[in-house]
């Protein structure tokens, strides 16, 4: 019998993430296709505790989604009515047939959709603690399966980039296909500039230069094509800084990197051309949809007004030169919508996994793979104030995988056995073994 421990793990969870990437870059709500995501990662992530061992879990990551899964659960249990009093408007203040007349209310305005938003969050915690539960050298090989998964949405980006400005893919899946495999434009670029430092690592890291060069020039000139002026100036920031922040530890030479600056400097020219001043915020904008969100933040500040309800409640409080057919379903801004919709105890959270973050940035060597994924999920969270990209599944999945590799305890240890130490002058010194991967 061998002693090769079991791979089966991260096969089910690679395929779970690269499933996500196809079929989940819708951004509606009660898509099947979010649903079976959901599912599968939940079924995984049970498969994968059902081992007896694994890497530990920090505890303060954990702590962090018990609280956040509790915020969602309190906003869908009945609660005296008297609570609410002075705490909210009285338009949101409507009885629930659910609970009876007057006794009992919800935290939350439409508790279907905040329950939806429950099994979105259950799943991508559950997906995250299980990438956490495998050893640093299976999360390491999780890479591929996101690769192949960004592949497929290049490559249908670039079918439908070399037809036409503008082609729709409908009845493939149950959303409207625009950009990749995305319903949103902004939200196939936000895949496409969170791999570039991933693609940066396996060309520096991997001994793939050439490899990871061409794919780091296929992704740029698909944010270009994709046309998301955020996308396209975030591509570039993130190209710079993966360079610079990686490079340092890899075996690449300084011609090397100057040559991918030289090449960074044509694409900042054709970034540019992208990009014109009346546009960025028409009177009609992301301005306006923040100054109303903040309105009804005001207004709720101590309950939100349940996960999954800023469409319902944002209409509240637009003015009436401001309503037109299309309506506003998002407040393109990640943290205005989260607080809207959870209230002060929505803030505290965030603040909590900020500091967690800004802890696994500071805090002792960090291996290259990580330094990678703080890279993709720090512009993620940039790109989050001007718009909702952890709103579709493909995203928040991928978010789920990189926080993953950010506090994954077995790269800390990895990091340690590749170095020696070493007397100088009577001092000692740990210096690495090689080039770590």
């Not at 999780?142 to 729709?168: E, H, M, R, T």
């Not at 693609?199 to 780091?216: D, T």
């Not at 992301?286 to 939100?304: D, V």
């Not at 002060?344 to 973050?357: D, E, P, R």
Request: hydrophobic share 50%; aromatic share 12%.
């Amino acid at each position: 019998m061998s002693d090769r421990p079991s791979e089966w793990d991260k096969y089910l969870l690679g395929s779970v993430l690269f499933i996500s990437l196809l079929i989940g870059g819708g951004t509606a709500s009660g898509l099947y296709t979010d649903t079976l995501i959901e599912v599968a990662a939940i079924v995984s992530a049970a498969l994968v505790f059902s081992q007896g061992s694994g890497q530990r879990i920090p505890h303060s990551v954990l702590w962090l989604l018990i609280f956040a899964v509790a915020l969602v659960v309190l906003q869908i249990v009945p609660l005296p009515a008297a609570i609410f009093s002075g705490l909210r408007p009285k338009l949101l203040l409507a009885d629930s047939g659910l609970v009876g007349e007057t006794r009992f209310r919800f935290v939350s305005v439409g508790v279907g959709r905040t329950i939806e938003c429950l099994l979105y969050l259950v799943a991508l915690a559950a997906f995250f603690l299980s990438v956490l539960r495998l050893r640093a050298e299976q999360v390491q090989a999780l890479l591929p399966f996101f690769f192949v998964g960004v592949i497929c949405n290049g490559l249908a980006g670039a079918i439908q980039y070399s037809l036409s400005n503008d082609v729709a893919i409908e009845g493939l899946l149950p959303f409207t296909i625009n950009a990749g495999l995305f319903a949103n434009e902004n939200h196939f670029a936000a895949l496409l500039f969170v791999s570039i430092p991933f693609v940066a690592y396996y060309g520096l890291f991997r001994g793939h230069l050439l490899s990871g060069s061409l794919g780091l020039a296929t992704l740029l000139l698909l944010l270009l094509a994709a046309g998301s002026r955020a996308g396209v100036l975030i591509g570039l920031a993130i190209t710079v800084l993966s360079i610079v922040f990686l490079s340092a530890r890899s075996r690449v030479s300084g011609l090397s990197i100057l040559a991918v600056f030289i090449g960074l400097s044509a694409y900042t020219i054709g970034a540019w051309t992208k990009i014109e001043a009346d546009a960025i915020d028409p009177d009609f904008g992301r301005g306006e949809f923040a100054r109303t969100t903040i309105e009804g933040i005001k207004e709720n500040w101590a309950t939100g007004v349940g996960f999954g309800n800023f469409q319902k409640a944002y209409q509240i409080y637009e003015k009436e030169g401001m309503i037109y057919s299309k309506y506003v379903n998002h407040a393109h801004n990640e943290y205005l919508e989260i607080v809207f919709e959870g209230g002060f105890a929505a803030i505290i959270l965030m603040g909590f996994y900020l500091i967690l973050l800004f802890q696994a940035l500071t805090k002792g060597r960090r291996a290259p793979l990580q330094k990678a994924a703080l890279l993709s999920v720090s512009f993620l969270l940039i790109h989050s104030l001007v718009d909702y990209p952890l709103r579709t599944e493909a995203l928040a999945m991928t978010f789920a995988f990189m926080n993953a590799i950010i506090f994954h305890k077995g790269f800390a240890a990895r990091q340690k056995s590749e170095l020696i130490e070493i007397d100088h002058n009577g001092e000692k010194f740990l210096v690495p073994i090689g080039t770590p991967s």
